[in-house]
Structure formats: structure tokens, C-alpha cells
């Protein structure tokens, strides 16, 4: 089931999430619907916060990316294990419909999760799944990509964002 989206600056979306005790029926419907809504809205990564759930669960699938390897993940519960490099990339975010950003992340990242039928799982993300799991970590954290940005640069999203917003409004 597609659910909605949350956009900025939904106070969900600045909180961290909680752990997920058990994997149950109800979360694996919860990850069916993170990919259907992910899908819908052309997106490549999800946290459940971002459609108000403040759970710490992620989905992530880089296929339909043209330039990227084919990785399909669940992560709950996820940790970082290790990260090393840095790389530059210019993000979009689902709960920031239009806008786009430069942020700076590791390049490679070591990650440590539960699947969706509560197997461990380790591996190691580089290029660009390193930089949507990152993105997904951040907002399970309570921090967007907004956050990462400082002084002018932030000042300059945010009015951007605003803008987007008001025109979004203005077609409806």
C-alpha cells in the first residue's frame, strides 16, 4: 500500500527513531509498504519516519539508478560499523519534494542490520548506496539533509525549499 509521505518540517522527521523489539507481521507490512511508497514516488531510499512511522527501519533500491549496481537492502536496526573516504554528491530527498543538495559522506561505509525475516546481516556499501544509506541513517536519526548543510548554504535550500513549496500549493 502507498502511504503518504512526510515532508519538512514535520516534527517526525527531527526526532530519532526507536528500535524495532520484534519482526513481526506487522513490520514485515510495513516494509511492502515502504517499497510500494518508495516505487510511487520514484525514490531510491526510505526511512519509516518519512512516512510516520519513527521506527528504525530502511529500505533501499538503487536499481532503477542508471549508473549504479543493483542493490535491493531491509535494514533494521541499523549500524554503522565503520566508514572511511569522503565523496561529494548532490542528494534529493522524498520528504523535500523538488529540491537538491550538495552534502559531503564517506564513501564507503561497513553496515550491520537485521533483514526483514531477522537474519544479521553485514555489508559493505560504497559510491552511491553508501551515500542513500547514509542519507536513510540520517533520517532515522532525526537529521536531514538540510542538517548537514551550514550557514549560506543552508540559508539558501531552505528559501529554495520555501519557494518550491509555495509553487507546489499555487498548481493545486
Known amino acids: 500500500m502507498v502511504r503518504e509521505i512526510v515532508t519538512y518540517p514535520a516534527e517526525i522527521l527531527k526526532r530519532p527513531t526507536q528500535k524495532v ?3 513481526d507481521r506487522e ?28 521506527l528504525r527501519v530502511m529500505v533501499i533500491d538503487t536499481t ?9 537492502l531491509v535494514l533494521i536496526n541499523p549500524e554503522v560499523v565503520s566508514s572511511e573516504g569522503r565523496i561529494k554528491y548532490k542528494e534529493g530527498c522524498l520528504s523535500f519534494p523538488g529540491l537538491t543538495v550538495e552534502v559531503e559522506r564517506a564513501e564507503r561505509v561497513r553496515v550491520k542490520a537485521l533483514n526483514e525475516h531477522g537474519e544479521e546481516l553485514e555489508v559493505q556499501l560504497e559510491g552511491f548506496p553508501a551515500i542513500v544509506f547514509q542519507h536513510e541513517m540520517d533520517h532515522l536519526e532525526g537529521i536531514t539533509f538540510i542538517d548537514r548543510l551550514k550557514g549560506w ?3 539558501i535550500a531552505l528559501e529554495k525549499y520555501r519557494k518550491l513549496q509555495k509553487e507546489a500549493q499555487r498548481a493545486v
Do not use: C, S, W
Not at 27 to 54: C, K, S
Not at 64 to 71: H, I, R, S, V
Open 21 to 23: 523489539d520484534v519482526i
Open 27 to 54: 513490520i514485515e507490512a510495513l516494509v511492502r509498504d515502504m517499497f510500494d511508497t518508495m516505487y510511487h514516488a520514484e525514490g531510491v531510499g526510505l526511512a519509516a519516519n518519512q512516512i510516520g512511522v519513527p
Open 64 to 72: 532503477p539508478k542508471e549508473d549504479a549496481p543493483d542493490l535491493k
Open 153 to 155: 548554504r543552508r540559508r
